[in-house]
């Protein structure tokens, strides 16, 4: 298996991804029932030395639900029924995770509502409070 390239400053070696394979419970019939199609991939952000410490912990405060006890990276992939384009699949979702978090939130500007919007709703309230008035009986007539 070859190195992991996610972005010019980040390569995560070969060495350090464990894949296991495993009988997937997705399509494929018979063939379920002998072939070992669903890839596991294993990955420890800790221990990584190749990635910047600040993309490192955004990446596990984002995905904290997907590391266990060990601090292993788990994912999953039997969507299809063989088993090289499980461990593509995989990888690159692994990619897509680790550029998710490349860049940091950018921090919420506080807005205000507009003139406008303030009208649309107070005249909304305004036209379901006119219904519900019109609902009412008077017993009092």
Known sequence: ????????RLTIPASELTITA????GPGGQ????VNSKITLRWSPEKCEAIDPAWRNR???????????????????ERYRDQPRN???????????L????????????????LGS??????????????????RQSFGD
């Not at 292993?72 to 992939?77: E, K, P, V, Y």
């Not at 461990?87 to 995770?97: G, H, I, K, P």
């Open 1 to 8: 298996m070859s190195d992991l390239y996610v972005h010019p």
């Open 22 to 25: 495993a009988r997937s419970s």
């Open 31 to 34: 063939n379920v029932n002998k």
């Open 59 to 77: 990446f596990i405060s984002r995905h904290s639900n997907r590391i266990n006890r060990d601090g292993d990276f788990i994912l999953h992939s």
């Open 87 to 97: 461990l593509t699949d995989a990888r690159f979702r692994l990619v897509e995770m």
């Open 99 to 114: 550029l998710e978090c490349r860049e940091p939130a950018k921090p919420r500007k506080k807005t205000r509502p507009t």
């Open 118 to 135: 303030k009208r649309r709703r107070q005249e909304a309230k305004t036209k379901l409070s006119q219904k519900k008035q019109s609902r």
